[in-house]
């Protein structure tokens, strides 16, 4: 009896041991269970957003709780997939200098020569393209595609010399249209430089200083007049160029042109917002385009039966 007692008791022991265990074994994975999700959150967030990385290296915090990784999560998604409430627009027709966008703005200017008989076509000698801030992005001269029969230099500035090692016109072509893609283009009666350059700009990315109203404004000009650069320059920028004997200089005229376009730059800017909001906003039917059908010999002959 005394050893079944004792074999007894040590099965007691066996299975109350074993109770603890199991007990202890399901604590120790319930409290390993709750920081993993929060860990592989914090993973997914690093994966998505860097920062939280860098965060987390320089600075040994405690794990985060589940509502802030969730926050980083969605943050993180915002910013990836571009649909947050702070994304900009989608529409190709906003004016990409609305808002001060500069490095998306260019002035040009081309100097032409005449060939054909009497000079009278005029092709591309040379062509210049400044930044906002003035600085240099393409000067080159370029060989006409024909031979040239009157140089123009009293108004190119151009002169025999300068078009002895001159880039060929397919070339130049190329360059200039890849510089000017996607800019809103600043000029003087910058249509006849397009024409040269054989180019069709967009026309909400054009700004063309001959024709705007403000400068004539400003300038105390009448509204409908079409000044020259020289006299605007003069007037507006109290300064002098297309002086003396050597010509016209496309440098000198692209500074110029941008000069005046500063001038009135956000007003012209909110001008051309307004004018494309408007271009794009749904019109509305007119009723009184269609008010002529109302006229007797518009109706139905049944109508007019029925009404006789």
Known sequence: MLIRAM??????????????????????????CEPLDANMLTKKAKLVDPNLERQSTLHSAPEPDHHSVITALRDSWEVDSGFSETSPPTSGRSSPCLGSCRTSVVALDCEMVGTGPGGRCSELARCSIIDYHGNILYDKYVRPCQPVTNFRTPWSGIRRHHLLNALPFAQAMEEILGMLEGKVVVGHSIYNDFEVLNMDHPGHMVRDTSTTRLLSRLAGFPSGRCSSLKLLASKLLNRRIQAGRRGHCSVEDAQASLDLYKLVEDEWEQEMERRLRDDDAPHEPSFHSSDHYMQDEFWPDEVLTDSH
Request: charged share 50%; net charge positive.
């Open 7 to 32: 074999e007894s008791a040590r099965a007691r022991k066996r299975h109350h041991d074993k109770r603890v265990f199991s007990s202890r074994k399901k604590e120790t994975t319930s409290s390993r």
